[in-house]
């Protein structure tokens, strides 16, 4: 092979990694890295609030995470009209590092009731400390349970896929088989329960009692929220561990990976 041909076919990998890796900033709504002002959205649409002693400490999967105790710590992100996109698609992506599992404490939650009719928009819950349960609600309850999908004391990467047509829950990369099926077939509209926060490391009302609050024990790390579905290759670019160069631009974090940017000037980004 030529020197030249050789050149040629290294520029053509860089720019089609480039184009790949981009893609997964398109469609960005709110991320949460709890790298910039404790937990602030990077993109500025929705500040997260720590409550009863929830905390940012600095051993995250990519730079600090926020930490919850299993006890009554939890975050709160109040709604925005920036989460209306979740009517008709979304994906959320986190990464989270389990303590202990216990029945549907949420990663990730929006909604009413964890569950026992249409109560919820997204819920990605540990209900052991191997087992998640998912779903998403339009007028009806779009539940499924994956088991065997997780070990604590690890770093795990999840993620929902809500695409309008079908919701997927992911581990890493892998679609694991669920009795209700994982796919499953849950149309838009979703349910948005505008008057309920964006919340993290809690589950509300399980059982379908209010105040009966189930509490995640470990630790959560680069939330994403996205206005559409993402595909299994981009589901994959996060799970290897990329994070969107969208977020790093709004961190205003440079390429050796310093923040360059004051927190205040930072300005949405959609």
């Given at each position: 092979m030529t020197h030249r041909r050789f050149f040629a076919l290294v520029a053509m990998f860089v720019v089609l990694s480039a184009t790949s890796y981009a893609d997964i900033s398109d469609g960005l709504v709110s991320a949460w890295t709890f790298d910039g002002v404790d937990a602030d959205d990077a993109?500025?649409?929705?500040?997260?609030?720590?409550?009863?002693?929830?905390?940012?400490?600095?051993?995250?999967?990519?730079?600090?995470?926020l930490d919850v105790d299993g006890v009554e710590a939890y975050l709160e992100a109040p709604d925005v009209d920036a989460f209306d996109v979740m009517e008709n698609a979304y994906t959320i992506s986190a990464w989270m590092n389990v303590r202990a599992g216990r029945d549907h404490s949420a990663v990730v939650w929006k909604g009413v009731k964890v569950g026992w009719g249409s109560n919820f928009t997204a819920r990605l819950c540990t209900v052991s400390d191997t087992d998640m349960t998912w779903g998403a609600c339009n007028g009806s309850e779009g539940w499924f349970r994956t088991d065997g999908v997780y070990s604590v004391g690890e770093w795990t990467h999840i993620a929902m896929v809500a695409d309008g047509e079908n919701v997927t829950g992911y581990v890493n990369t892998e679609i694991f088989p669920s009795a209700q099926n994982n796919p499953r077939p849950v149309p838009a509209p979703y349910v948005l329960f505008k008057e309920n926060p964006f919340e993290m490391g809690v589950g509300r009302a399980v059982g379908g009692n209010h105040g009966n609050d189930s509490y995640l024990d470990g630790s959560i790390d680069e939330v994403y929220l996205y206005d559409r579905g993402l595909t299994e290759d981009e589901i994959a670019e996060l799970a290897g561990g990329a994070r969107p160069p969208g977020v790093d631009s709004a961190l205003?974090?440079?390429?050796?990976?310093?923040?360059?940017?004051?927190?205040?000037?930072?300005?949405?980004?959609?």
């Open positions: 993109f500025g649409n929705s500040h997260g609030i720590l409550h009863n002693g929830a905390e940012v400490i600095d051993d995250g999967y990519i730079g600090k995470a205003g974090v440079d390429a050796n990976g310093k923040v360059a940017t004051a927190w205040g000037s930072l300005k949405a980004h959609r």
